[in-house]
């Protein structure tokens, strides 16, 4: 599950590391996405508009917003280099970690050694995941959202109530086509607007040395700048 799953903003409170890896986080998305789309206007840049409204959905300050804008308005050629990294974690679980870093090999043993002081290697799960594009909002009109969609030719796979959210799963090629038809609906801002490996299926840990192992790689990997998402199969 994603970060959105693991009520991340919350949990990125606890630390002042946390907090220093998910604004540098943040700034090297942003950064990124106004670099590779040609324009700091959120408005004319999708790609933009989605990474600064998924930070805001986690509490990062307008400020690091503007720096990164600026720093892609003044011409600078910094370069992030994303990567993907697959590991078996203890108790059957599984782990995909996405990194967004200006060095590669420094990503790879950050991850790797975390993975492997709590008993886990690196190895192939990803076909155990699918890749989903998730949007969340805040909403009470599933039916009416469910029906736009299909309307408008989106490829959608669920479409959900959750309390006083919807969420909304589409095929990763339909991302685009289903975030105009969200916008035609006047849904202007998301809890959530990505694209995420969603487990085929999870496991539940009873054994709580193992829940702690698996809950400590989660909390260091969100320590570690170069980590941008991290994505697992157990229920916590």
Do not use: C, W
């Not at 307008?62 to 804008?69: G, I, N, S, T, W």
């Not at 974690?89 to 995909?96: D, E, V």
């Not at 260091?220 to 980590?227: G, K």
Request: net charge negative; no cysteine.
């Amino acid at each position: 599950m994603g970060r959105h799953h693991e009520v991340r903003a919350a949990a990125m409170a606890k630390t002042g590391a946390r907090k220093s890896a998910l604004y540098a986080r943040a700034s090297r998305e942003v950064y990124m996405a106004a670099k590779s789309g040609g324009s700091t206007d959120p408005n004319s840049n999708l790609a933009l508009r989605a990474a600064m409204e998924k930070y805001r959905g986690q509490s990062v300050p307008r400020d690091v917003f503007e720096r990164a804008l600026k720093k892609a308005a003044g011409g600078d050629a910094e370069v992030y280099l994303p990567g993907r990294y697959e590991a078996f974690g203890p108790g059957n679980s599984l782990f995909i970690i996405d990194t967004l870093t200006d060095n590669a090999n420094r990503a790879l043993v950050e991850v790797r050694t975390i993975i492997v002081r709590k008993g886990g290697h690196m190895g192939n799960v990803a076909y155990n995941f699918t890749e989903t594009g998730v949007f969340v909002f805040k909403g009470n009109n599933r039916d009416e959202v469910e029906e736009a969609l299909i309307l408008g030719d989106v490829d959608v796979q669920e479409v959900d109530q959750d309390g006083e959210n919807i969420i909304v799963y589409v095929n990763p090629t339909s991302f685009s086509s289903a975030r105009d038809v969200l916008d035609g609906l006047g849904v202007k801002e998301f809890v959530e607007s990505e694209i995420e490996m969603i487990p085929n299926e999870t496991v539940t840990i009873t054994d709580e040395e193992t829940r702690q192992k698996i809950q400590d790689i989660i909390d260091n990997l969100d320590e570690l700048e170069d980590v941008q998402n991290v994505f697992h199969n157990v229920e916590l």
